[in-house]
């Protein structure tokens, strides 16, 4: 069993995909729970890598492919998850705010966030401010979490806050913002409740706001 679980964990570092996959079929056959696989497997995994790229030892293509690697074993665990009633640790809304089509960063985001287990509700590029909105309601979401890569989308978020505002939803609602051109100075002159600078560092900055 443990040793299942080790190989998961390596292969999730090395961003072996077909690996992954096999190794948490066979763990699972092994009637490993899978709370087990995803905790001690996969989000171990996940991590070390944010450490990694943390320390400058891991960079960007490698935190994709491990992302990546990690989510093939995540759609294999998700119908066992369900069954297990395993506790998330939140759910999000998360897109690139409208008018602006970079969805690199947010993918590698959304994946960091669901090999940390969040829930990640993913609205894509050019995202207008009334479907974060439907969307937060509809999926009963705690965290909006935006990005913008260029400086004149950026206005696309206090656009977004404003309108979560309007529907009556902005104190149900943590707001994160992150992107090349957004600082820390911006995230708090538009009323957002978290920034983060990177993929990594937003995992804990979501989990911070839930704590």
Do not use: W
Request: no cysteine.
């Amino acid at each position: 069993m443990e040793a299942l679980i080790k190989e998961i964990y390596s292969h999730v570092m090395e961003g072996q995909s077909e690996a992954v996959k096999q190794k948490v079929q066979a763990a699972l056959d092994a009637g490993i729970p899978a709370p087990t696989i995803l905790n001690e497997g996969m989000i171990a995994a996940m991590a070390e890598v944010g450490r990694l790229f943390e320390e400058g030892e891991y960079f960007v293509p490698e935190m994709l492919i491990a992302a990546r690697a990690m989510q093939g074993g995540l759609a294999l665990l998700k119908p066992h998850l369900v069954d297990s009633d395993v506790k998330i640790a939140g759910k999000v809304v998360i897109g690139t705010v409208k008018g602006d089509l970079h969805d690199i960063g947010k993918n590698l985001v959304a994946m960091m966030l669901e090999g940390a287990g969040f829930e990640v509700v993913d609205l894509g590029a050019d995202v207008a401010p009334d479907k974060f909105v439907n969307a937060a309601r509809e999926h009963q979401a705690q965290i909006v979490a935006m990005s913008a890569l260029l400086t004149t989308t950026m206005p696309g978020m206090k656009a977004t806050i404003e309108a979560l505002n309007t529907a009556g939803m902005r104190d149900q609602v943590k707001i994160m913002v992150g992107g090349a051109p957004v600082t820390q100075d911006y995230a708090t002159l538009i009323g957002a409740d978290g920034y983060s600078s990177d993929a990594s560092r937003a995992v804990a900055a979501a989990k911070a706001l839930l704590a």
